[in-house]
């Protein structure tokens, strides 16, 4: 069995024998009702395959669906097609260039000329009408990475502003052709927001948290017990759930293909493949700018504008999470009064790890973290409390200065508490912070094993912090759990930087 890693052509896929996970079912359903879509995902979860997908069935190379849904539920019937990927673009003339060459395989493929050859907008245009008038058929428009040349470029502010504008007077030539176009599709990894580019294009259906396309791409684990099963003997399925399912797009939850494909090419070894793709350097930058609380990101509420939009002027933490991939979907509710709730949650473990050991990197600039993580996990695991507490204290001693002293949060408790939860959190275990129960929030509980660690903070109040555990009996909602409870005071020195007292005492 072929592993389709890194290959998004269809024709390749079929004709060379690759593992093909039909998604012709959802593409017919598209087909069939409706016209304009556009469908954000994470990167490298497959956006590029579906789009090939679409341009054979477009294209009527029938033969390519032989035993796939498809096949013999459609008429298959040939459209001229344009298809347009954006590249990276680090400045205007790129992004026009890009797109003049774009159109010029296009002109090549249908035999048309456009008398404008150097305005994109206006090629475009002509392209679109040309090509309905020479084939006597209505055309498809397939976008790939339609908003690459605005994220590629989120670091500098004006070009990004720019490329905004072009591709806004661009994608407004498919609103202004309705009546030669038979089908529309765009994927990218943003929706933005407001009067940004979707403005000029505001006929488009966003399938994106559509229930009906939650599986459009991805695996289901269904897929992974049965297209995958030969290439998993012997791994633990509930363990490879664990670290790489989890992305929920208001359906069934989903893998990332590029993990799957990966951890089976490489051995059966669990490491962060999807996220090494891709550091998300200014997210880091970001979380730290804003003065973000970490530990928020294990239970996130939000509404559905603040996820659902992209905002290039205004960055907020959220949607930049959860549209990149390092945020997903829990679980929703319908509030009283009308809309909708999301809760949102880290995915998997891969996300779990890798995003805290980046931010581990960022934060502490010490390059012997993963040694100080192990002696962590090691202490907790064998409740060795003076060992941690003293890890804990060379930690925070070996901070670099800068870390704390151009944040707000650092005259807070939430900035140490930021710091001790990057390193428990990047040990991949269960963490639930801001742990709610009926008299209190716990702020931080940890599920090692077969133990349950409790922890409070505290800024110069020493000795309060184990105080308000016992006193607020915070451990009794997990006294069924049958497992150990230790309870974990931690009490901050906001002059020294460090911890001042760390006390401890087990439930049992």
Not at 35 to 49: A, I, M, V
Request: with cysteine; charged share 30%.
């Amino acid at each position: 069995m072929k592993l389709p890693i890194g290959i998004s052509t269809f024709r390749d896929i079929r004709n060379e024998n690759y593992i093909y996970i039909d998604k012709t079912k959802e593409a017919l359903k598209l087909i069939e009702n409706g016209r304009y879509y556009f469908l954000s995902r994470p990167r490298r979860f497959g956006k590029s395959l579906f789009l090939d997908t679409l341009k054979e069935i477009f294209k009527a190379n029938k033969e390519l669906f032989k035993g796939l849904y498809i096949y013999d539920k459609y008429d298959f019937i040939s459209y001229p097609v344009i298809k347009i990927s954006m590249g990276g673009s680090r400045s205007k003339e790129e992004l026009i260039n890009n797109l003049l060459d774009n159109l010029r395989v296009a002109q090549e493929e249908f035999k048309i000329k456009c008398e404008n050859k150097e305005d994109y907008a206006i090629c475009f245009k002509e392209l679109i009408r040309k090509a309905y008038q020479k084939y006597n058929q209505k055309v498809v428009i397939l976008i790939d990475e339609y908003d690459k040349p605005i994220l590629d470029n989120i670091d500098q502010l004006e070009v990004a502003k720019e490329n905004r504008e072009i591709l806004k007077r661009f994608y407004t030539v498919i609103k202004d052709s309705d009546e030669y176009l038979k089908f529309a599709f765009l994927t990218g990894v943003s929706k933005f927001s407001k009067v940004s580019i979707f403005s000029g294009l505001n006929n488009l259906e966003d399938i994106s948290l559509d229930k009906r396309y939650a599986t459009i791409c991805g695996y289901t684990h269904n897929d992974i017990q049965s297209s995958f099963a030969p290439l998993l003997k012997g791994v633990d399925l509930k363990k490879l759930k664990e670290w790489y399912n989890g992305y929920n797009f208001l359906g069934e939850s989903v893998y990332n293909p590029f993990d799957i494909l990966l951890f089976i090419s490489k051995g059966l070894i669990y490491d962060s493949y999807w996220f090494s793709t891709g550091t998300p350097t200014f997210l880091i930058k970001l979380l730290t700018q804003k003065s973000y609380n970490i530990a928020e990101l294990e239970n996130l509420v939000a509404n559905k504008t603040l996820i659902d939009s992209f905002d290039i002027e205004n960055l907020k933490v959220e949607p930049l999470l959860f549209q990149s991939g390092y945020l997903t979907i829990d679980k929703v509710e319908q509030r009283e009064f009308g809309g909708l709730k999301y809760y949102l949650r880290v995915p998997n473990k891969e996300v779990q790890i890798s995003l805290n050991d980046i931010l581990l990197d960022f934060f502490t600039q010490d390059d012997s973290y993963e040694i100080k993580k192990e002696k962590i996990y090691y202490a907790l695991v064998e409740e060795n409390l003076e060992e941690f507490k003293n890890i804990l204290i060379s930690i925070y001693a070996s901070l670099p200065y800068n870390s704390y002293s151009n944040t707000p949060l650092a005259k807070y408790e939430g900035y140490y508490a930021n710091i001790f939860y990057i390193y428990i959190a990047s040990l991949g275990f269960k963490i639930v912070a801001e742990d709610v129960t009926n008299i209190g929030r716990i702020d931080f509980t940890l599920f090692i094993k077969d133990k349950i660690y409790i922890f409070e903070f505290k800024l110069e109040q020493e000795g309060k912090a184990l105080e308000q555990i016992k006193q607020k009996k915070y451990y009794q909602k997990y006294l069924n759990e049958n497992k150990e409870i230790i309870l974990v005071g931690i009490d901050f020195d906001k002059e020294q930087k460090n911890i001042k007292s760390l006390e401890w005492e087990k439930i049992t």
